[in-house]
């Protein structure tokens, strides 16, 4: 298979993810609190949306590196909103 069709494919998972990750932004600001997450989810997958970047880079995905920017840095926000937050929950 076209490795390029596979980064375009895997590029439509990866930005499928960051509108759910910016929906569930939206949500922890209008709600202003953090009921049922996990800190440790939230950072593992922070995490691996940071590394994804480095993936994408070394494997030369661009397709693949610009929609797993907008996973890791929505998932960053995340992390940063869950530690804000939690103590309202």
Do not use: C, P
Not at 52 to 75: K, R
């Amino acid at each position: 298979m076209n490795l390029h069709l596979l980064d375009f494919l895997n590029s439509w998972f990866e930005w499928v993810a960051s509108a759910m990750i910016f929906l569930n932004i939206a949500a922890i600001l209008r709600d202003k609190k953090v009921n049922g997450m996990s800190l440790f989810a939230v950072s593992y997958f922070s995490a691996l949306g940071l590394f994804n970047m480095f993936y994408y880079w070394e494997l030369h995905q661009m397709i693949s590196f610009s929609a797993g920017t907008a996973v890791a840095v929505g998932d960053i926000v995340y992390l940063y909103l869950f530690l804000k937050y939690r103590k309202n929950s």
